[in-house]
């Protein structure tokens, strides 16, 4: 909604506050302003021309010399393009020195060997929307009336004066889609009172009823309507200062009729419409539904098909509108127009929203009419509309409304105590600040026993219960004001869980380890369900599933994840490194719910570091894999409990698997792709890990400990060993560690050979040991009998010491 604040200066006392502050007020007390647009910044040296004579270009068909009295002592010469200029007109200058919107500056120029001094200005080169300037003016200058003065600034004469306020309502909020529920807000919070406007006229001793009968025979979606007869109108442009509002407001003028309704439109935020009362023919409104099949061409000139449950207002015989939504073009006011029927009507919401949506015509009225407007302005709103046809355009108003109404006009009755507002608020506003308020709000209420008995206004319908009234008084007395408190409980709201926290490192170090997250679908196919999955359970199956590839919950990250590797991959990126973390499903749990748990899972091929000045390339490869969870594992502090061993699974490389253990208990897999996996996903050499996150997470770990640098140097002694080809490093290190003492600090393989000074079937590992006593220097002795020591145990398991 746009607020004109030169508009809403007719209904409250705003002088004295600057635009931004009001707007802050406004925003501090619930209703957001999006924007503050001074409709006259930048803008000067604007001012009303004259033209005295307009004669074609010589050099050019299409531009006009003209002479324009701009208030000066001699006329300036101006070139105009403008289609529509012409002698006698007056119109509006930008004279040399003046600057339009977007930080145009107007000079002295010449044009085809002509001077110019100035432009002559449409109303889109002034800053105005296209969609808001009449279609008279829609291509050409813009043409001012003939009482305007020539020299005397144009920028008041355009409604430029002005600020205007642009608010972001919520759904609960249409009061505010009005003026005057905008005047109701602001005189709430500058604590001001609001003028309403004058909706007094005169009237012809002739009633409406003589000329116009009302039927309505669908009473439950349209309880009241009113219609107001008014003759002898005469159609024309509207006065300058009608149409500058409107368009502040985002509305296009069209005629002084139409506008008029518009305008009431804005200001009372009641829709209203005209018709043409000789083009209904009959003298007779009938308010009915559709007929089965029955159409209708609205003003935007579509022939559009009714249903039944379409509430119409008819003239007895066809359709002249779609109620609250449209009127139609049979019945439209029109330059030959003398006389108007004015329509002011409640509909009910729920009919207006049904048929805007399924005809899909949105409109300012059709907007209105769904939320609910005040169903005691409607008739104010159409006696304001006939004061306003009998003062602009001339018209005699006939005595009287011909009207139906069965509407329930009575207020809301909201009982509230103050200790239920501050028990709400956290706070002790005083009985006496909420009387303040309410009645700055305009709420007529009476307070008896200790409460507020308060009959809500019925321009404010989202004010129904107690709680309405909390929200009232909080907004009003200052969202500011409530203190900030924390609730009671047993520890401190607001702080992540361990789990939550763990979870938080998990990424970061995955991100970290230079992958990037991925979120895919839980939803897969039955036959991909349990691919790659670590734990089997009965699947999971949607009852209605929107395809089969989205029919069963997965049990596990991998297959989608894959998806993705494969539609990157295809889109020319050689070099993915993704991870998931998310639920896979597993069964059904006591409560009859599938039962999820947390993984993590990653997929990483191409190249691991990119070949540079300074080296080769590296591709990803089974260790690199096994370099971040070994990585992840150290930061989680589950370095010592984690465990590799070979893995088998379908889909996987037989060589190059490995199930990851956790206390012993398998908890996860790393491994490459199958060469036949990696050929159906059309991927080179991919290797991917999957982690029961969950189970990693909740184990318990020791503090985190931290000792100081060793001041002693460690002493380190090589191993090189012949074993088997079956035999694995891992259990080789597990001897070493089980048998060394206190002093060994670090065991790693630094090479593994098979080659041809190796017998058939065998395998030399050498493993680097590190040995340190931070309290003292190792000698040589001590150092010789745990490495002998160490390679007996290996030698009493089968291994050879390789010389």
């Known amino acids: 909604m746009k607020i004109s ?5 007719d209904y409250v006392d705003i002088e004295g506050v600057e635009p931004a502050e009001l707007a802050e007020k406004i925003t501090r007390s619930g209703i957001e302003v999006d924007a503050v647009d001074n409709r006259s910044e930048g803008l000067k040296n604007i001012v009303v021309g004259h033209v005295l004579e307009c004669s074609q270009h010589p050099q050019a068909d299409k531009l006009n010399i003209c002479r324009v009295d701009v208030g000066e002592e001699e006329p300036s010469q101006i070139i105009c393009g403008a289609p529509n200029v012409a002698a006698g007109q007056k119109v509006v200058v930008a004279r040399p020195g003046a600057r339009l919107p977007g930080g145009v500056k107007i000079k002295k120029a010449k044009l085809r060997g002509e001077e110019s001094h100035g432009m002559i200005c449409s109303l889109q080169e002034l800053g105005f929307d296209g969609k808001v300037v009449p279609k008279a003016y829609a291509s050409g200058i813009y043409v001012l009336p003939e009482d305007a003065r020539p020299g005397e600034d144009a920028l008041g004469l355009l409604g430029l004066d002005d600020t205007v306020l642009e608010l972001d309502l919520t759904p609960n909020r249409s009061d505010a889609l009005s003026m005057l529920g905008a005047a109701y807000e602001a005189a709430a919070i500058l604590s001001k009172d609001v003028n309403l406007p004058e909706t007094a006229h005169e009237e012809s001793a002739e009633p409406a009823s003589g000329l116009l009968n009302l039927r309505v025979d669908a009473a439950e979606a349209n309880p009241l309507y009113a219609a107001k007869v008014v003759r002898n109108v005469k159609v ?3 006065p300058e200062w009608l149409k500058a509002r409107l368009m502040a407001a985002g509305v296009r003028p069209l005629n002084n009729i139409v506008d008029i309704t518009n305008y009431v439109l804005m200001e009372y935020g009641q829709p209203l419409h005209a018709f043409d009362y000789d083009r209904l023919g009959t003298g007779e409104i009938v308010v009915r539904h559709a007929a089965e099949g029955e159409v209708i061409e609205t003003l935007d000139g579509t022939e559009r098909k009714l249903e039944p449950h379409h509430l119409l207002i008819t003239n007895g015989r066809e359709p002249v509108a779609i109620a609250g939504v449209m009127g139609g073009a049979n019945s439209e006011v ?11 009507a409640y509909f009910s919401p729920a009919s207006v929203r049904k048929t805007s949506r399924e005809l899909g015509l949105r409109s300012d009225a059709s907007t209105r009419f769904e939320k609910g407007v005040d169903p005691n302005r409607v008739i104010e709103a159409g006696e304001r509309a006939a004061a306003l046809m009998a003062d602009l355009a001339g018209g005699e108003v006939l005595s009287g409304t011909v009207l139906f109404d069965e509407l329930d006009k009575e207020p809301k009755r909201v009982t509230v105590s103050p200790d239920f507002i501050n028990e709400r608020l956290g706070m002790k506003i005083p009985f006496e600040e909420m009387e303040e308020i309410l009645r700055r709000l305009q709420f007529p209420y009476e307070a008896v026993n200790g409460q507020f008995v308060i009959d809500a206004p019925t321009r404010r319908v989202d004010i129904s219960i107690p709680e309405d009234i909390v929200e009232e008084i909080a907004r009003l007395y200052g969202y500011d004001e409530i203190p900030a408190t924390l609730p009671v409980t047993e520890s401190l709201p607001g702080g992540l869980t361990p789990y939550q926290d763990k979870r938080r490192t998990v990424r970061r170090y995955l991100e970290g380890a230079g992958l990037y997250q991925a979120i895919t679908y839980s939803l897969t196919s039955e036959s991909e369900s349990q691919k790659f999955a670590l734990e089997t359970a009965p699947v999971t199956r949607l009852l209605m599933p929107m395809s089969e590839e989205r029919s069963t919950l997965r049990q596990s990250l991998l297959p989608h994840l ?14 993915v490194a993704l991870y998931e973390v998310g639920s896979v499903f597993l069964g059904e749990g006591e409560d009859g719910l599938p039962t999820e748990v ?14 540079g000045w300074q080296g080769g390339q590296k591709r990803v490869d089974f260790f690199a894999v096994k370099g971040i969870v070994e990585g992840l594992a150290t930061e989680l502090g589950l370095s010592d409990k984690l465990s590799f061993r070979k893995g088998e699974m379908d889909g996987l490389h037989p060589g190059r698997t490995a199930d990851v253990l956790l206390d012993g208990e398998r908890v996860g897999i790393i491994a490459q792709l199958h060469p036949s996996e990696q050929k159906a996903r059309d991927l080179k050499d991919t290797v991917v890990f999957e982690l029961n996150l969950q189970r990693l997470l909740r184990e318990e770990t020791e503090p985190l400990l931290y000792t100081p640098v060793p001041k002693f140097p460690s002493i380190s002694r090589d191993i090189a060993l012949v074993v088997p080809k079956a035999v694995q490093a891992a259990a080789l290190e597990s001897t070493i560690r089980t048998n060394a003492g206190s002093i060994l600090k670090d065991v790693h393989v630094f090479d593994v050979y098979e080659g041809d000074r190796m017998e058939e079937g065998m395998k030399s590992i050498a493993f680097s040991l590190t040995y340190l006593d931070p309290e003292r220097t190792l000698t040589d002795e001590e150092v010789s009998e745990m490495h002998n020591r160490i390679v007996a145990a290996l030698e009493s398991e089968g291994a050879q010491i390789r010389n």
């Not at 330059?335 to 108007?340: A, K, L, R």
């Not at 990157?568 to 050689?574: K, L």
Request: net charge negative; proline share 0%; charged share 15%.
């Open 236 to 238: 024309g442009e509207s």
């Open 5 to 9: 604040l030169n508009w809403l200066s």
């Open 334 to 344: 029109h330059d030959g127009t003398t006389t108007v029927v004015i329509e002011a």
């Open 598 to 611: 947390e993984h993590a899972a990653g997929a990483v091929t191409g190249e691991w570091s990119a070949a």
């Open 562 to 575: 894959l998806d993705a590797v494969t539609y990157n991959t295809a889109r020319q990126t050689s070099s």
